[in-house]
């Protein structure tokens, strides 16, 4: 079955302590891409990433870094949470190539940082 | 740059009323156009999309027809059930993926 994976999909911790969250995906995806949910503010992408090796930041990326060293993982690191970073996560992989192509979501990660 | 904008919620109606959630979009190129479906506790999911002007998306009942000269992309469904409940994404792809800030819409039986 094609699928976006997340784990955890819940976690509460503390300020400070490092964390990460990690994404992956059985469709051979080249793009992924992590955002982040708030009421209010709909989705915020954090990073993406268009093939291995290759990362940018997207609208809201302080606070966070990524990594894709293989095709089909692309983890998010908290590297000091804040409690400013509770939120909602997904974790999204598409073909690269063709705008008509839509996004594969995770089923998400909800964290809250006390 | 490229927006989305998307009516502000939350839209509550009675079940088998018309629904219409409102997309405009902004673009300088030529994006394709779709609608996400969020139900509670799960990930965005593809509900329907239209990749150039004058095309109409559908799936389950919904429909939306991609209007260049209006720039809209305009959610509709004739008759909602309850199970329709849940939140809704417009979003474009261009050189960029963006997203409306999306609607919750509740159905009540």
């Known amino acids: 079955e094609a699928q976006v994976t997340q784990n955890p999909r819940y976690l509460i911790t503390v300020t400070g302590k490092k964390l990460t969250v990690t994404c992956s995906q059985n469709m051979n995806h080249e793009y992924m891409s992590w955002y982040r949910q708030d009421p209010g503010l709909g989705l915020r992408q954090i990073y993406y990433s268009m093939n291995v090796e290759v990362t940018d930041k997207g609208d809201v990326p302080e606070g966070y870094k990524v990594s894709r060293k293989e095709k089909r993982n692309f983890p998010l690191i908290l590297e000091s949470p804040s409690p400013n970073q509770t939120s909602l996560y997904f974790c999204a992989s598409s073909p690269l190539l063709g705008n008509d192509q839509p996004q594969h979501f995770g089923d998400g990660t909800r964290l809250s940082i006390l | 740059g490229n927006s989305v904008t998307q009516m502000e919620g939350p839209v509550t109606l009675s079940e088998e009323a018309f629904l219409t959630i409102n997309c405009t979009y902004t673009a300088t190129g030529y994006p394709s156009l779709f609608w996400y479906v969020q139900y509670p506790g799960e990930g965005l999911q593809l509900l329907l999309k239209a990749t150039k002007a004058d095309d109409k998306g559908s799936n389950k009942g919904f429909e939306a027809t991609y209007r260049k000269e209006t720039t809209s992309f305009h959610l509709e469904k004739g008759s909602v059930q309850v199970s329709d409940s849940a939140v809704y994404f417009c979003?474009?792809?261009?050189?960029?993926?963006?997203f409306g800030k999306g609607t919750r819409l509740h159905i009540l039986p």
């Open positions: 979003a474009l792809r261009d050189d960029k993926i963006i």
